[in-house]
């Protein structure tokens, strides 16, 4: 599943003035965080935050607003991330497919709206390129020439402060010419590893529900899988962990399912309840 990071270029936020802050800030501030509590398998609080953000300021993020939408990718796809590893993985294909929206749509108002930029960049570089060659050319002739007059070295100051002034402007314009190439790149890398993603669980629970049809039963299917997670002591804990997870949203009423996943996530079996206490047999009884 992606893990898409708030890195856009300074570019993006010049050229929306007044872009709303409030959700990629909130991101920025607690990413970490998440992250850090996802790779230990702890999802709930995750999901939860993740999911209240998304209410309270997804809502708000303008389709216009490049830098919101990208990061409104990445809480969906954070929620995502923490439904899989809780094992509500019908919940994460939803997200998933929110998170693939998003980026769709966020790489289609990008490139619309850059594309006259691009043109305007283009423009002035194929302009300005003719007229540094012909300048250089100049400069080059009155350096050439010996005894100039107080006119011609004059003209040789104003020539080089204008190629300065060129070659200045022609590498700001190259430079945003390539940020803005490297950031549509990016969009449509993050639109095809969620569509990716999407594809993938998408055939994973199709797979899930025909195993679950040749089994006969879900109790079956789980009992089945459960020894399998016990043996397969080979995999990573925490990817044992989330299918151990999904095994009893399945059956949650599956005992040996429970048990495995209080032993995976390290918590000790509640104690068999105390058989209620014999009543009296009466003072005769007694004697």
């Known amino acids: 599943m992606a893990h898409p990071r708030l890195l856009l270029p300074a570019l993006v936020v010049l050229a929306v003035p007044g872009s709303a802050q409030s959700l990629p800030d909130l991101l920025k501030n607690n990413q970490a965080a998440w992250e ?13 935050a993740a999911e209240a953000l998304l209410a309270r300021e997804g809502t708000q993020v303008s389709p216009s607003d490049y830098i919101g939408m990208y990061a ?7 929620a995502a991330r923490a439904c899989v590893i809780d094992g509500a993985w019908e919940d994460a294909v939803v ?4 998170a693939t929206q998003t980026a769709a749509d966020n790489s289609i108002a990008f490139e619309g709206t850059f594309a006259k930029i691009r043109q305007q960049h283009q423009e002035s570089l194929a302009g300005w390129r003719p007229t540094v060659t012909k300048l250089e050319q100049r ?3 009155l350096d050439a020439q010996v005894g100039l007059t107080s006119d011609q070295i004059k ?3 104003q020539i080089r402060a204008q190629l300065d002034e060129l070659h200045n402007a022609i590498d700001h314009g190259e430079s945003s010419l390539k940020e803005i190439a490297n950031l ?10 969620y569509a990716a993603s999407l594809a993938r669980w998408q055939d994973f629970l199709a797979k899930e529900k025909a195993d679950l049809t040749r089994a006969g039963s879900v109790a079956a299917y789980v009992g089945e899988k459960v020894e399998q997670v016990k043996g397969d002591d080979a995999k990573p804990l925490a990817e044992r962990l989330t299918y151990a997870r999904r095994l009893l949203r399945l ?3 599956s005992p040996d399912c429970q048990r495995l996943v209080n032993a995976l996530s390290g918590k000790e079996d509640e104690p068999p309840p105390k058989p209620p206490a014999k009543k009296g047999r009466g003072k005769k009884a007694a004697e």
């Open 139 to 141: 400069l080059k002739d």
């Open 251 to 253: 059956d949650p009423a």
């Open 184 to 193: 549509t790149g990016q969009l449509k890398q993050e639109q095809e590893t």
């Open 72 to 78: 409104l990718v990445g809480v969906q796809g954070l």
């Open 95 to 98: 997200y998933l497919q929110k």
């Open 155 to 157: 003209t040789r100051t």
């Open 36 to 48: 850090d509590s996802l790779a230990k398998g702890v999802a709930v609080p995750v999901r939860k």
